[in-house]
């Protein structure tokens, strides 16, 4: 299929009125929640666009939009780029989240993700660039994810990968 040529002006296409915003990679966040973190590639116009957001929707129809103003920055090489994190339960680590940058009626292109293809994208790819402790806290992760949708009848979870070997006692608050 042949890519239609954009001509920019001011942050979106004067043809099609998409915005020129693009997703250049994802991280997860792990810290008391899990966070996938999607990273985009924004024109200036945006950038200083008041209404600009990031719209994420997960699979059940609940989103979170989140301020363009509010992105954290990160130089990543010579390009500068914005993080937006979209905070998930566990049992929702399977869910294909989708992402697009919206300014007024103009919208991006839709990228969709999820914590389980991050997480499996980084085992595939370990050889040479991740350490053994990376694959095994990735793996506890998506196990975990798998855990509690099981413990919440959430979904009908499937373990993607094996159980850590070693295993800790669950103490209960009394």
């Known amino acids: 299929m042949e890519e239609t040529a954009h001509t920019w002006e001011d942050g979106k296409c004067v043809e099609c009125d998409t915005l020129h915003a693009s997703l250049e990679g994802t991280t997860v966040t792990l810290d008391g929640s899990i966070g996938l973190n999607f990273y985009f590639l924004l024109d200036d116009a945006i950038l200083q666009n008041e209404s600009a957001s990031v719209l994420f929707t997960m699979e059940g129809g609940r989103t979170i939009e989140l301020p363009v103003s509010t992105c954290k920055r990160e130089q990543i090489g010579d390009i500068m780029l914005c993080k937006f994190p979209c905070r998930m339960y566990a049992t929702q680590t399977s869910e294909m989240i989708t992402a697009q940058v919206i300014m007024g009626t103009a919208r991006s292109a839709e990228y969709q993700y999820s ?4 997480g499996q994208t980084i085992i595939d790819n370990a050889e040479g660039i991740y350490t053994e402790e990376t694959i095994a806290l990735v793996k506890a992760m998506l196990n975990y994810g ?6 919440f009848g959430y979904r009908n979870a499937t373990f993607p990968l094996s159980t850590p070997k070693r295993s800790f006692p669950i103490r209960r608050a009394v």
């Open 115 to 118: 914590v389980v293809n991050y």
């Open 146 to 151: 798998a855990y509690a949708q099981t413990h």
